[in-house]
């Protein structure tokens, strides 16, 4: 792939992880997704075969992205210690009201039902890695997969409440649950 092929591609998928990170998967259409990328529908076909591809990718990438994140957290902290560092950070307002650099989850997992199969292949894939990575045991993994489900059902809840004082309650009973 020549070089201006690669960048125009990177620029719809800039576009399609920030469209999945405010709107889910389902909802932008290639016409949305190619405007904010700057760019025409007519030349989206010549860097992805279909819109569920296109969203696919962004999904896995933002998904990659959060797992980075994850482990600059201080490997040398036991398992309990990091999901208490990592909740305080998705437990948070800033977190919550982000619109760049979020998690996608909680847009998405209402849609996962209607989605091809790859993207819960990918969902349940993430989830597998984030378990082994805040876990410190297998006996342990239980433990965490309830936390990772409190904290992005938390999270979500709070995104649809809005930026008022119930949301922030939600997120601090969050947090201390899981911390």
């Not at 994850?70 to 950070?89: K, Y």
């Amino acid at each position: 792939m020549n070089d201006k092929k690669a960048r125009t591609r990177e620029r719809i998928l800039d576009a399609a992880r920030s469209a999945l990170i405010l709107h889910g998967p389902a909802e932008p259409s290639v016409g949305q997704v190619m405007g904010a990328a700057g760019l025409t529908v007519g030349g989206f076909y010549a860097h992805f075969e279909s819109k569920d591809a296109l969203m696919l990718e962004a999904f896995s990438q933002l998904l990659c992205e959060r797992r980075a994140l994850l482990r600059e957290v201080d490997p040398a902290l036991n398992g309990e210690a990091r999901r208490a560092l990592v909740a305080a950070f998705y437990l948070s307002r800033k977190h919550r009201d982000a619109t760049e650099h979020a998690c996608p989850l909680p847009t998405s997992l209402s849609e996962m039902s209607r989605l091809p199969d790859d993207f819960r292949q990918v969902l349940a894939e993430h989830i597998e890695l984030m378990t082994a990575e805040l876990a410190d045991s297998p006996e342990d993994a239980d433990k965490v997969l309830a936390d990772l489900a409190l904290m992005v059902g938390g999270l979500a809840l709070a995104r649809a409440l809005g930026s008022d004082e119930l949301s922030d309650r939600v997120l601090r009973a969050a947090k201390s649950a899981v911390i």
